[in-house]
């Protein structure tokens, strides 16, 4: 869970009223983050548009490397015998599963 200091958390009403300010804070870095609370919980959270890229680049690559993942398992069982696969059924009696409560 991301931890926030005292002066990073703003009630939704306090941030509309400082959002110049607010938004400018986290433009020149003195915030990272800001966090916007509506009834006490957090309803939203403010970063710089660097951070935001950033971090839609990492996603980018697990989700490129997730991909390859799956691509490379696909690829090895291709040659597997179809003898040498298990079934769902005989998989799930293995592990003590009721297939009728999975859905």
């Given at each position: ?50 951070e ?29 015998p ?22």
């Open positions: 869970m991301v931890k926030y200091a005292q002066n990073e958390l703003f009630s939704i009403t306090d941030f509309t009223k400082q959002i110049g300010s607010a938004v400018g804070s986290i433009k020149e870095h003195t915030l990272e983050k800001i966090g916007i609370l509506k009834n006490n919980r957090l309803e939203a959270v403010v970063i710089s548009t660097d935001y890229e950033r971090l839609k680049e990492i996603e980018e690559q697990v989700t490129i490397a997730e991909h390859s993942s799956i691509y490379q398992a696909v690829e090895a069982r291709k040659d597997t179809l003898d040498e696969y298990v079934s769902m059924d005989d998989m799930a009696k293995k592990f003590d599963i009721d297939m009728d409560k999975v859905s």
